[in-house]
C-alpha cells in the first residue's frame, strides 16, 4: 500500500528524470550561458549602500598611533572601564560545554532578566547585542519600500539596519542643544502621513545623553506604529524608570537593553529585550537559533548575580561623569551638555576675542572638532567627534572613565587649549 509520503517521494524523482531528460548533457552542450557583472548578485538597495563606521579596536588603534595599549585612554566607544565582575571571568574559565550547542532559547538568562526586569521569562527576548534585536524586528516586520520613523541626532544603527531591510528612513529632528527634545507633534504629523510601520526612541539617547518625557512616550504610544525603545544607557539615569514592564500593557511596545555599558561585556556580545507576546511568536521564527553563545549566555547570569558590583561600578560612573562635567565647564572654548548617560557631549566653540563671555555667542566661532579630536589621539586619548548633522557640528563625545583616565584628557586639553 502506498503511502502518502511514498507517494510524494516517487513523484519527485519523476520530475527529477523529466529535468534530466530535458535537459541533458548533449542537449545542453551549445546552450551560451548569458554574460553577467558580479554585482548582478547582490540586491540593488545593497549595491549604494554605505558601510557602519564601527570603533576602531584597542590593538589596531595601538598600532595606528604608535602607542601601548595600557598607555592608551579609549574614551570613544561608552564602555565600561571597570570591566565585568570578577564572577564572569570565573564562570568563562569554568565553563564545561564549549564543544556542545547553545541552548537556543537562552532559558536560564531569560528566568534570571525575568527576575531582574520584573516582567515574565516570555516576555524577553536575547541577543547577540541589541544590535542583534534592531535588525531582527526590522525584518519581521520591514517590506521593501516600508517607512521608519528616526529622530536624529541619535544612534546610527536605526538608520543602517532600515537600508539593509529596504526599508525607508523619515526623519524627524531632534530640538537644539542641550535639550535635544524630540518633535512629538512632528512625529505624529509623520506618521499620519507616511503609515511608517516602526518609530524609535532612544531615552537617554545617544550621543547626547538626554532623555524623553515620559508623558511624550505615552503620547507616542497612542499611535498605530511599533515603537522601539531603546534604553542602552537606562542604567546610568537616577531619574527615569525604565519602561519595560509597560511592554505588558501595551502591544505596540518594544524595549531594548544592553549588557555592554551596564556590565561591561561590550566584546561579549549580548542584549535583551522586553517584547509583547503576539511579537515574540515571530521573533522565534525569525530569529537564528543559536545566536546567543553558551559563553555570552554564562557571562551574562554571574554578571547578573552580581548586583553589588554592577551598582558601585554604576555609582562611580555616575560619580565621575558629574567631576567630568566640572573640570569640562572651566574652559571657555568648550560646552558640555548634561548627560543622564555615562558619556558627556561637548561643543567646541572659541571666542574671537579672549575677553568675550561665555555669553557672548555672537562673536564665537565653532572650533575644529576633529582637529581637536586628532590632537587628543596623539596624547593616547580617544574621544569621537562629530561634522554633522547641525545640532552636532563641532561637537566631541567623551566617554565617562575612571578619576586618572579624566586627569589625563583634562591635562591634554589644558595643554591644546594653551597653543590654540
Given at each position: 500500500m502506498l503511502t502518502s509520503q511514498s507517494c510524494s517521494v516517487m513523484h519527485d524523482m519523476s520530475v527529477t528524470r523529466l529535468f534530466f531528460k530535458k535537459y541533458s548533457p548533449q542537449k545542453l552542450s551549445g546552450v551560451k550561458c548569458r554574460a553577467f557583472k558580479n554585482t548582478d548578485f547582490v540586491r540593488k538597495h545593497i549595491l549604494d549602500l554605505a558601510p557602519y563606521q564601527p570603533i576602531v579596536p584597542f590593538d589596531v588603534l595601538s598600532e595606528q598611533l604608535d602607542i601601548p595599549v595600557d598607555e592608551i585612554v579609549k574614551l570613544d566607544a561608552n564602555e565600561n572601564p571597570y570591566g565585568p565582575p570578577e564572577a564572569v571571568f570565573k564562570a568563562l574559565a569554568q565553563s564545561k560545554f564549549p564543544h556542545i550547542y547553545p541552548d537556543p532559547e537562552s532559558r536560564r538568562l531569560r528566568a534570571q532578566l525575568s527576575l531582574d526586569c520584573g516582567i515574565p521569562a516570555d516576555n524577553i527576548l536575547v541577543g547577540c547585542g541589541a544590535d542583534e534585536l534592531i535588525d531582527l524586528l526590522l525584518r519581521i516586520v520591514l517590506e521593501p519600500g516600508d517607512f521608519i520613523v528616526n529622530t536624529p541626532p541619535t544612534f546610527g544603527m536605526y538608520a543602517f539596519d532600515c537600508a539593509i531591510n529596504a526599508g525607508r528612513v523619515i526623519d524627524i529632528p531632534r530640538g537644539e542643544a542641550p535639550g535635544f527634545k524630540i518633535n512629538v507633534r512632528g512625529i505624529q504629523e509623520?506618521?499620519?502621513?507616511?503609515?511608517?510601520?516602526?518609530?524609535?526612541?532612544?531615552?537617554?539617547?545617544?550621543?547626547?545623553?538626554?532623555?524623553?518625557?515620559?508623558?511624550?512616550?505615552?503620547?507616542?504610544?497612542?499611535?498605530?506604529?511599533?515603537?522601539?525603545?531603546?534604553?542602552?544607557?537606562?542604567?546610568?539615569?537616577?531619574?527615569?524608570?525604565?519602561?519595560?514592564?509597560?511592554?505588558?500593557?501595551?502591544?505596540n511596545l518594544v524595549v531594548l537593553r544592553t549588557f555592554s555599558k551596564r556590565a561591561g561585556l561590550a566584546g561579549i556580545r549580548i542584549g535583551y529585550g522586553a517584547v509583547p507576546l503576539w511579537l515574540m511568536n515571530y521573533c522565534w521564527r525569525v530569529k537564528q537559533p543559536y545566536n546567543v553563545s553558551v559563553l555570552a549566555e554564562e557571562a551574562a547570569c554571574a554578571a547578573l548575580e552580581s548586583k553589588e558590583y554592577l551598582q558601585r561600578v554604576k555609582d562611580l560612573l555616575v560619580e565621575e561623569r558629574g567631576r567630568l562635567f566640572s573640570k569640562l565647564e572651566q574652559f571657555s572654548s568648550l560646552t558640555p551638555y548634561p548627560s543622564n548617560s555615562n558619556f558627556i557631549l561637548t561643543k567646541y566653540v572659541f571666542s574671537l576675542c579672549d575677553d568675550l563671555q561665555r555669553t557672548d555667542e555672537t562673536h564665537r566661532v565653532t572650533g575644529d572638532a576633529a582637529?581637536?579630536?586628532?590632537?587628543?589621539?596623539?596624547?593616547?586619548?580617544?574621544?569621537?567627534?562629530?561634522?554633522?548633522?547641525?545640532?552636532?557640528?563641532?561637537?566631541?563625545?567623551?566617554?565617562?572613565?575612571?578619576?586618572?583616565?579624566?586627569?589625563?584628557?583634562?591635562?591634554?586639553?589644558?595643554?591644546?587649549?594653551?597653543?590654540?
Amino acid at each position: 500500500m502506498l503511502t502518502s509520503q511514498s507517494c510524494s517521494v516517487m513523484h519527485d524523482m519523476s520530475v527529477t528524470r523529466l529535468f534530466f531528460k530535458k535537459y541533458s548533457p548533449q542537449k545542453l552542450s551549445g546552450v551560451k550561458c548569458r554574460a553577467f557583472k558580479n554585482t548582478d548578485f547582490v540586491r540593488k538597495h545593497i549595491l549604494d549602500l554605505a558601510p557602519y563606521q564601527p570603533i576602531v579596536p584597542f590593538d589596531v588603534l595601538s598600532e595606528q598611533l604608535d602607542i601601548p595599549v595600557d598607555e592608551i585612554v579609549k574614551l570613544d566607544a561608552n564602555e565600561n572601564p571597570y570591566g565585568p565582575p570578577e564572577a564572569v571571568f570565573k564562570a568563562l574559565a569554568q565553563s564545561k560545554f564549549p564543544h556542545i550547542y547553545p541552548d537556543p532559547e537562552s532559558r536560564r538568562l531569560r528566568a534570571q532578566l525575568s527576575l531582574d526586569c520584573g516582567i515574565p521569562a516570555d516576555n524577553i527576548l536575547v541577543g547577540c547585542g541589541a544590535d542583534e534585536l534592531i535588525d531582527l524586528l526590522l525584518r519581521i516586520v520591514l517590506e521593501p519600500g516600508d517607512f521608519i520613523v528616526n529622530t536624529p541626532p541619535t544612534f546610527g544603527m536605526y538608520a543602517f539596519d532600515c537600508a539593509i531591510n529596504a526599508g525607508r528612513v523619515i526623519d524627524i529632528p531632534r530640538g537644539e542643544a542641550p535639550g535635544f527634545k524630540i518633535n512629538v507633534r512632528g512625529i505624529q504629523e509623520a506618521v499620519r502621513e507616511y503609515k511608517p510601520k516602526v518609530l524609535f526612541l532612544t531615552s537617554p539617547n545617544n550621543p547626547d545623553g538626554s532623555i524623553i518625557d515620559p508623558e511624550d512616550i505615552d503620547e507616542l504610544l497612542k499611535l498605530p506604529v511599533l515603537v522601539i525603545l531603546d534604553e542602552a544607557y537606562i542604567e546610568f539615569c537616577n531619574s527615569q524608570e525604565s519602561r519595560m514592564p509597560d511592554v505588558l500593557q501595551h502591544d505596540n511596545l518594544v524595549v531594548l537593553r544592553t549588557f555592554s555599558k551596564r556590565a561591561g561585556l561590550a566584546g561579549i556580545r549580548i542584549g535583551y529585550g522586553a517584547v509583547p507576546l503576539w511579537l515574540m511568536n515571530y521573533c522565534w521564527r525569525v530569529k537564528q537559533p543559536y545566536n546567543v553563545s553558551v559563553l555570552a549566555e554564562e557571562a551574562a547570569c554571574a554578571a547578573l548575580e552580581s548586583k553589588e558590583y554592577l551598582q558601585r561600578v554604576k555609582d562611580l560612573l555616575v560619580e565621575e561623569r558629574g567631576r567630568l562635567f566640572s573640570k569640562l565647564e572651566q574652559f571657555s572654548s568648550l560646552t558640555p551638555y548634561p548627560s543622564n548617560s555615562n558619556f558627556i557631549l561637548t561643543k567646541y566653540v572659541f571666542s574671537l576675542c579672549d575677553d568675550l563671555q561665555r555669553t557672548d555667542e555672537t562673536h564665537r566661532v565653532t572650533g575644529d572638532a576633529a582637529e581637536l579630536k586628532s590632537y587628543l589621539a596623539t596624547r593616547g586619548i580617544i574621544v569621537r567627534y562629530y561634522s554633522s548633522p547641525e545640532q552636532l557640528k563641532s561637537c566631541i563625545r567623551i566617554s565617562v572613565g575612571k578619576p586618572e583616565h579624566t586627569d589625563r584628557l583634562i591635562s591634554a586639553l589644558q595643554a591644546y587649549f594653551s597653543d590654540v
